[in-house]
């Protein structure tokens, strides 16, 4: 029943780590993201697909890396995990540019 | 770049009392979206406003969007523990309709 599910929901880490969050959506969207929320409730975007094609890629150190394998997934790795990383990642999807659908977030802290 | 002042930043009130939240750019939007987002969760969708100029009122809630959409206005009435959040603006367009511009937020909280 779940619209946009993240697993995990908590991933506890070590500096320099490389770790994966994975994001699904049950309702049919063509477009979803990655927002990043820091401790300031900051949201920003990260990443952007549109029917498995990036559309936007903001500025983004290349150690994240979003794969797309379908229209109903969005994952996000993380190569080399620094202190800056810790925050909560939200994934996202949308039937074009229409309501975003959030998820319930990845909290990530990074140790 | 586009960017989205919000304030306040924090706001805590009694119950019933009235509150206005703003959202202020320099930049126009296509369309500008308000969330509201309660802890260990994600942003929910309250309202979208797309004309310069629109008020939209969802029960104690009003949206406005200015003539310019450039910014725009939350107001809640009598307001209740059960409004207790953060609140989010987010403005759509910068080139791309599907990238949100979100404001940092305004955490309210209603004191019963």
């Known amino acids: 029943d779940t619209a946009v599910s993240q697993t995990p929901k908590y991933l506890v880490t070590q500096m320099g780590n490389d770790k994966s969050i994975k994001c699904e959506q049950n309702?049919?969207?063509?477009?979803m993201y990655w927002y990043k929320q820091d401790s300031k409730k900051f949201l920003k975007i990260m990443f952007s697909y549109n029917n498995k094609e990036l559309i936007i890629n903001e500025t983004v150190p290349n150690r994240f890396s979003p794969k797309s394998p379908d229209k109903a997934h969005l994952n996000l790795h993380i190569n080399s995990l620094e202190l800056g990383d810790s925050a909560v990642y939200f994934c996202?999807?949308?039937?074009?540019?229409?309501?975003?659908?959030f998820g319930p977030g990845t909290r990530l802290t990074v140790l | 770049t586009q960017l989205l002042e919000q304030s306040p930043q924090f706001l805590s009130i009694q119950e019933g009392e009235n509150l206005t939240v703003y959202c202020n750019s320099s930049?126009?939007?296509?369309?500008l979206q308000w969330y509201r987002q309660e802890p260990g969760e994600g942003p929910v969708l309250l309202v979208t406003?797309?004309?310069?100029?629109e008020v939209k009122k969802l029960k104690r809630l009003t949206f406005q969007f200015g003539d310019a959409r450039k910014d725009s206005s939350l107001h809640i009435t009598a307001a209740q523990p059960g409004d207790t959040g953060l609140y989010l603006c987010?403005?759509?367009?910068?080139?791309?309709?599907?990238?949100?511009?979100f404001g940092k937020g305004t955490l309210l909280t209603v004191n019963p």
């Open positions: 406003v797309v004309t310069g100029g």
């Open positions: 996202a999807s949308s039937l074009g540019v229409d309501e975003q659908f």
């Open positions: 309702l049919g969207h063509d477009t």
């Open positions: 987010a403005g759509a367009g910068g080139g791309s309709n599907y990238k949100l511009t």
């Open positions: 930049s126009v939007f296509s369309s």
